[in-house]
């Protein structure tokens, strides 16, 4: 079946790539073709205030706080809403884990798909015209349809996902996903109102000259981590950091590099959150050819016992990878 498929060109509409990919997927195609829709058409409305912000009252603090304690930006709050929104009336999710609410949110109990969701990834950039993104995780519910959510189907592990991806909205929109037949990223052309294939068969370089870490954190570092920042800086290597996880990782996966937030003194699991940012990220990241690990253990394999629950990330060009490891 893989054999025959005819690989599609360059400006192929997101809907049709899917459509024509379908039988790669082992369960039902129609379900993930429609969450893949929801997700894109949630991404195209956010995309549209992402744009607008600045002109309309949604840049700012919401005066509220998030799962994390964090300060939920108005646009965190707007964009949480979309893709819920957009799920519920899609039918195929029967639960939603978001960075923005505490517990799962039920949806449509004969939905066979569990989502984790980042809607907006680099609040802090949302004021400053600076890249922002969307991450999800998509994976298929253990218990039977109609029964209530249990934690078997929230708790999984990553490499349990059936499906991940993120959106970028930078100086152009991109839907980036996998299946788990490798990665393929789309552009969004907005005279269209379509995301189109602009990238297909992404694969990160084995190696490369990039590091990307909050640098200004550490004094807070293991010794393993700083001795590795030394190895680069010795070795020339390039500092980028943008402070959006999605856009850090995006360059990274095009020109090659290595994304670090490791455990500080004050956050001894570092800050990024498994569920609904590393997972999808390292499955990614993996089916580019790359390598995403806590510092020593495979962040697909972590099983996770809390929602929100944080690790350290390594994830990027598997010799960088490997290399940093190497100092642990
Ligand atoms: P979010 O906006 O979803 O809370 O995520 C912010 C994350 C991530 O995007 C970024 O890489 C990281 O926080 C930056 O943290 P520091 O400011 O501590 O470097
Ligand atoms: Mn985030
Ligand atoms: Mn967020």
Do not use: W
């Amino acid at each position: 079946m893989e054999a025959s498929r005819i690989a599609l060109p360059i400006g192929t509409a997101l809907d049709r790539f899917i459509k024509n990919n379908q039988d790669q997927f082992q369960y039902a195609s129609g379900e993930l073709s429609q969450l893949l829709r929801d997700i894109a058409l949630a991404s195209k409305v956010v995309n549209r205030e992402v744009n607008k912000a600045g002109l309309i009252d949604i840049m700012g603090p919401m005066g509220s706080q998030n799962s994390g304690g964090e300060q939920q930006q108005k646009l965190d709050v707007l964009a949480n809403i979309r893709f819920t929104r957009a799920l519920t009336k899609g039918g195929e999710a029967c639960a939603l884990i978001s960075e923005e609410t505490e517990s799962f949110v039920d949806l449509n109990n004969d939905g066979n798909y569990v989502i984790a969701i980042d809607p907006l990834d680099g609040s802090s950039n949302i004021d400053v015209n600076v890249s922002i993104g969307t991450i999800f995780s998509i994976y298929r519910r253990k218990s039977p349809v109609g029964q209530p959510i249990q934690d078997q189907d929230i708790l999984q592990t990553g490499d349990e996902q059936v499906a991940a991806g993120y959106i970028l909205y930078g100086s152009s929109t991109m839907l980036v996903y996998t299946t788990g037949h490798g990665v393929n990223g789309f552009t969004y052309e907005s005279t269209l109102g379509e995301y189109v294939l602009s990238h297909p068969d992404m694969t990160i370089p084995a190696d490369g000259r990039i590091y990307s870490v909050n640098e200004g954190l550490s004094n807070s570092f293991s010794e393993s981590v700083k001795t590795y920042l030394t190895y680069c800086k010795d070795n020339n290597y390039t500092a980028r950091y943008i402070g959006s996880l999605v856009a850090d990782f995006h360059r990274n996966l095009l020109k090659g590099g290595i994304y670090i937030y490791p455990a500080t003194a004050k956050d001894k699991m570092g800050k990024l959150r498994l569920m609904y940012e590393c997972n999808a990220l390292a499955f990614l990241a993996e089916q580019a050819g790359g390598r995403a690990t806590d510092g020593k253990n495979r962040i697909l394999e972590i099983k996770p016992k809390d929602l929100h629950q944080r690790t350290p990330f390594f994830v990027g060009s598997t010799k960088m990878v490997e290399k940093a490891e190497s100092f642990g």
